[in-house]
Every structure is written in structure tokens, then in C-alpha cells.
């Protein structure tokens, strides 16, 4: 017996590349830092808010990557001359990853006590209704 997947299954043509994104999501591995909210903000809007304290917007980075938007952040180390009696804040870099929908277009992103947000809109594509007209096989 075959295992059917998304991409063999008879009804579901062109969905190759939506198995590839599920497993490419899988392997993201995301050890929870920095933690994160997603909320909808209506009906086609949502924005993912990330706790960056510590960092300045120049040390972060947002890019969307082949319908991917990737979030990181590297913080300059400027400990010179400092002595830490105990260091409990460490500065380390991280990334974020979101698979993005199709339709779905990155706003705007504001800084704002230490939390990022990044606005995210849903486009509904208009829907097409298309004839397709049969022609006659060997008939000219």
C-alpha cells in the first residue's frame, strides 16, 4: 500500500510546493527565544509582536525570504572595559522564521518598549470563473 501525501494525492494537483513548505517549517527548529504573540487584528490582518528588549532596531533585521519572513537579531558586543560581578542578561542573536500564505504582504514594523511588531495583511484574490471550450478531436 502507497502512502498517500498532498503532493501524490489524485484531487490535489499543484500542491507539491505546500508539502515542501510544511516540512522547510518542521526544520525551522526555533529554541523559543525570543518569545513571540500572533494575533488577528481583523479579518485580514494579523501582527506578530516579538519581546526584543535589549535590542535597537539597528540590530534587527526583517526580510522576507521566498514567502518566508525571517526576523533576526545580533547584538554588538560592548562590554569593553565593563566587569560583570554577574551576568543573568546575555546578548545573543536569534531568528525567527513565518511561512507566509499566498497573498499575505508585510506592513509596517514599529519598535515600541522592547516589543517588535510586524503587520501582516491577507490579499483575497478576486475569484475567475474560466469557460474552457472543447473542441472536436481530428475535426478542423
Excluded at 73 to 91: K, Y
Aim: glycine content about 10%; cysteine-free.
Amino acid at each position: 500500500m502507497t502512502k498517500l501525501t498532498l503532493g501524490t494525492h489524485p484531487y490535489l494537483l499543484g500542491f507539491e510546493q505546500l508539502e515542501r513548505l510544511v516540512e522547510r517549517t518542521a526544520k525551522t527548529g526555533n529554541d523559543g527565544y525570543p518569545p513571540y504573540n500572533i494575533e488577528q487584528t481583523s479579518d485580514r490582518s494579523y501582527r506578530i509582536t516579538l519581546a526584543v528588549a535589549g535590542f535597537t532596531e539597528s540590530d534587527l533585521s526583517i526580510t522576507v525570504e521566498d514567502r518566508q519572513l525571517v526576523i533576526r537579531g545580533r547584538q554588538v558586543e560592548d562590554g569593553e572595559g565593563r566587569v560583570f560581578l554577574h551576568r543573568g542578561i546575555a546578548s545573543r542573536q536569534f531568528q525567527r522564521s513565518f511561512v507566509l500564505a499566498e497573498g499575505v504582504e508585510v506592513g509596517e514594523a514599529v519598535m515600541e518598549n522592547g516589543l517588535l511588531h510586524v503587520d501582516l495583511t491577507r490579499h483575497v484574490p478576486e475569484t475567475v470563473v474560466q469557460t474552457v471550450r472543447i473542441k472536436r478531436s481530428g475535426v478542423k
